[in-house]
């Protein structure tokens, strides 16, 4: 059984920074295709950014400049790098993780993905 865990959300300032944490527990995941998503108070969960096995990654336009996603596969973790925090930024962030091939155009699409994490907030205050 596969098991995602998010960790390394918090309360920051904006503009401040953060780097989430999605580690993997049953299985190597970490050569596979990859997402972020974000779920405000009120709002449906949205795409943040993906990243395909050969690496190409496709970002969200509210975040594109701002947000990067590394792997390191020695420690089957994939990591979210948050930078310019802004308060509409704040929600519950899950990593997805999809156990086979996946076209970067697909990565937006979150029925495509096999296991999700369960979430960590972060909260940025202005």
């Known amino acids: 059984q596969v098991q995602l865990v998010e960790s390394g959300g918090g309360l920051v300032q904006a503009g401040g920074s953060l780097r989430l944490s999605c580690a993997a527990s049953g299985r190597t995941f970490t050569t596979y295709p990859m997402g972020w998503f974000r779920q405000a108070p009120g709002k449906e969960r949205e795409f943040v950014l993906g990243i395909t096995w050969s690496g190409r990654t496709i970002y969200s336009d509210s975040v594109k400049g701002r947000f990067t996603i590394s792997r390191d596969n020695a420690k089957n973790t994939v990591y979210l790098e948050m930078n310019s925090l802004k308060a509409e930024d704040t929600a519950t962030y899950y990593c997805?993780?999809?156990?086979?091939?996946?076209?970067?155009?697909?990565?937006?699409?979150?029925?495509?993905?096999?296991?999700w994490g369960q979430g960590t907030q972060v909260t940025v205050s202005s």
């Open positions: 997805a993780v999809k156990f086979g091939a996946m076209e970067s155009y697909r990565l937006r699409r979150q029925s495509e993905y096999d296991y």
